[in-house]
């Protein structure tokens, strides 16, 4: 399993690892050769599996590669309601008749894009086992309600997303969809590295930003005590955005970091003690 780095904007972050000539596209800094797999993938018509918790980059290296290999992106957020229409199409009655209307993915094939389906395990399994004929050397998709089988160009891809941290205690793909990807293990960012992320993301003058991320290192360590997700750079980036708005750092901290994580009150008080001892108002 190829481990992979995380996104970022801004110059600082360069130094942890080699980022290509960016023009203007986003911003990415590698620190493995997640970049280099993935390309191999488009080539050679791969599906790619991106794994790692929430708010880690995954999204921000998709659309990374999507403007590197020069293809239109695709993207569907998924969620338990998801069904095969919603992916490959319907017909809707318009002016007195019927016209087809192609889902996302029906779309992402005839365009040769690569289709991003974000948290694909929270979709139905009927909708799911709906990917596997384009993830094999078939490479179709057939629309049952139009009688087609579209073969893919080339140039379609499949990436698909998955949080191992808490998903795969509630949902998990069979091994018969696993096995049709390439994955690529996402993680959060090391410290100096996450420190320019949110520097750059917010305005946070450094002192500041310094000890939001040492906060965050010392609330992830709350996951053996019930934590069952930890602070992403995502949270710190929106915490950090409070704090350079004007906002009172611990009331940021309560709202940004604690609120969205837990209810439960021994957790809360825990992440308030570790957020009293490491802001500075």
């Not at 942890?16 to 050769?33: E, I, L």
């Not at 696993?178 to 996402?186: D, G, M, P, T, Y």
């Amino acid at each position: 399993m190829q481990q992979a780095s995380r996104w970022s904007n801004m110059p600082e972050a360069a130094a942890a690892g080699s980022a290509p000539d960016q023009g203007t596209g986003p911003y990415y800094v590698a620190a493995g050769t997640e970049v280099a797999v993935f390309e191999q993938c488009h080539t050679r018509r791969l599906g790619v599996m991106l794994k790692g918790p929430t708010g880690c980059g995954k999204t921000r290296f998709v659309e990374y590669m999507a403007w590197r290999l020069k293809r239109p992106l695709i993207t569907v957020a998924c969620h338990d309601d998801l069904s095969a229409a919603d992916l490959v199409g319907r017909w809707l009655v318009r002016d007195g008749g019927t016209q087809w209307q192609d889902g996302p993915l029906t779309r992402a094939v005839r365009e040769g894009a690569i289709c991003y389906l974000d948290e694909l395990v929270e979709a139905r399994q009927d909708t799911v086992v709906l990917i596997h004929p384009l993830t094999d050397h078939r490479r179709i998709l057939p629309v049952d309600k139009t009688g087609e089988e579209l073969q893919a160009p080339p140039e379609f891809q499949l990436v698909v997303s998955y949080n191992p941290g808490y998903q795969h205690l509630l949902k998990d793909f069979k091994p018969s969809t696993r096995q049709r990807f390439v994955a690529l293990e996402f993680a959060t960012a090391p410290f100096d590295q996450e420190l320019a992320i949110v520097r750059h993301e917010s305005g946070l003058e450094r002192a500041a930003a310094h000890a939001l991320v040492t906060l965050a290192g010392r609330l992830r360590g709350l996951r053996d005590q019930g934590l069952a997700e930890v602070p992403s750079t995502r949270l710190l980036v929106a915490t950090a955005q409070l704090i350079a708005g004007g906002i009172d750092p611990r009331q940021a901290c309560r709202v940004g970091l604690i609120a969205p994580l837990t209810d439960e009150p021994a957790v809360v008080a825990a992440m308030q003690d570790l957020v009293d001892i490491s802001i500075d108002v």
